[in-house]
């Protein structure tokens, strides 16, 4: 455990984000709440913290330095103060010694004293009375979770099979995926549950009994061909592939006019999720032109991430106009970099015109093209695992008129779309 001096002002400070987002015991969040709460933070604050840095302050990897000044007043700023100086002062404020405390702590060996043979006399009773309760030595071999989507559009509904014999917790629950509030409550002798997905994609769904992993399994939910959303929240609002796609990926005048009415930004996305069987999302790529169709008001920046799906991660390469760059962050994997931290000029591109982009991955060597100029190279660690699709996602609105994925292992042409032939 870390011991820098300002540990447990940091530690006070995790406390207020982690009951402002109510995603549960911070002990059980794996790397895709990290992400998402990467994406958060930079939603509230325009400032992007890597996963590997969340991780660090939250103690999930080894780490024996202080986060940095700049980490700490974007914590400080996610959790509602102006910066770390202002949410200093404001606990140690509340620290301060009352009256209360300069009268009574001269006389605390008494009452500490006195506390300790109550809570004594009270474990001696209590102690009997819990040793059956515990769960540690229940036979979990038996236990069964499988699931099956009920169908092939969204939103999806999702059947979860059980057999929970044996088990006599009442703390049981089915967690959907990442975010820890997407949970369903199960009781030991249910043999279903149901769920809802909203956007397709690949889900690592698992069964806990008294908060511990029994059983996971991976749960496929495709686009069945391509699929655009307007990413209203909690619900978004599908448009099929009948109604974007015909000489380009573009959705229809009505749908634009929808967004440009809107007087906050709203995200838009197209998606392409499908079973690719083996090909790999290290050893790809991902040939396409693309522009934005709405630039003014808040969508002036002309913002695109080009998100390409694994089945144990992702890769995120973002564009927005030159002056706007400051904003971007790129993700490859493990490996962040934040435009606030980082020269990210080099994704700044006029995408008001098609732009042809080709991102290509060899061996998790990763080369950015712009009109066959490389614009970026770069290096990651983890696997993202099997390709699994790919997912542009425009603030605003934009089309795609060319798309050409390779499997560079087989040097084969694994999805196409061209709309000029």
């Known amino acids: 455990m870390s011991t820098y001096p300002e540990h447990n002002s940091v530690k006070r400070c995790l406390e207020i984000i982690e009951k402002k987002l109510q995603w549960g015991d911070a002990q059980n969040w794996h790397n895709d709440v990290f992400l998402e709460l990467s994406e958060k933070i930079k939603d509230d604050t325009s400032v992007l913290l890597s996963v590997t840095t969340l991780k660090r302050v939250w103690g999930k990897v080894k780490y024996n330095s202080a986060p940095s000044i700049s980490t700490l007043n974007t914590l400080a700023q996610f959790a509602g103060y102006t910066n770390w100086r202002d949410f200093k002062g404001s606990i140690e404020d509340k620290e301060k010694p009352n009256w209360f405390s300069r009268t009574i702590n001269p006389n605390m060996h008494i009452i500490i004293i006195s506390a300790v043979v109550l809570a004594l006399g009270f474990i001696s009773v209590f102690s009997v009375a819990n040793v059956s309760e515990d769960n540690s030595t229940q036979d979990f071999s038996k236990v069964k979770f499988n699931s099956q989507p009920v169908t092939n ?23 959907q995926y990442w975010d820890v509030t997407k949970t369903i409550k199960v009781n030991a002798d249910q043999k279903q549950a149901t769920g809802i997905y909203y956007y397709p994609g690949y889900f690592n769904a698992t069964l806990r009994v008294d908060g511990k992993v029994v059983r996971e399994h991976d749960l496929f939910i495709k686009s069945e061909g391509w699929l655009g959303t307007l990413d209203y929240k909690p619900v978004p609002k599908y448009v099929d592939k009948a109604n ?10 009505v749908i634009l006019e929808e967004i440009k009415q809107r007087e906050k930004p709203l995200q838009s996305a197209f998606h392409y999720v499908d079973n690719f069987r083996n090909v790999s999302g290290d050893n790809i790529k991902i040939s396409q032109t693309v522009n934005t169709v709405l630039n003014e ?6 913002s695109l991430r080009i998100v390409i799906l694994g089945s144990e991660s992702a890769i995120i390469i973002p564009f927005s106009k030159l002056g706007c760059v400051s904003n971007l962050g790129l993700m490859m994997s493990d490996v962040y970099l934040s435009g606030k931290k980082n020269d ?15 991102i290509e991955i060899i061996d998790k060597n990763v080369t950015v093209s712009i009109a066959d100029k490389i614009i970026y190279s770069g290096k990651y660690n983890t696997s993202i695992g099997r390709f699994v699709g790919i997912r542009y996602r425009f603030i605003g609105a934009g089309q795609i008129h060319e798309l050409q994925i390779k499997d560079l292992n087989k040097k084969k042409t694994v999805l196409e779309t061209d709309f000029a032939n």
């Open 153 to 175: 559009t969204l939103p999806n509904s999702v059947i979860f099979d059980l057999n929970l014999d044996g088990i006599t917790s009442d703390s049981i629950y089915i967690q």
């Open 297 to 302: 008001k808040w969508a002036v920046c002309q």
């Open 244 to 253: 974007i796609v015909s000489q380009k990926i573009s959705f229809p005048e």
């Open 344 to 358: 990210l000029s080099m994704f700044g591109v006029d995408l008001s015109e098609n732009q042809k982009i080709d």
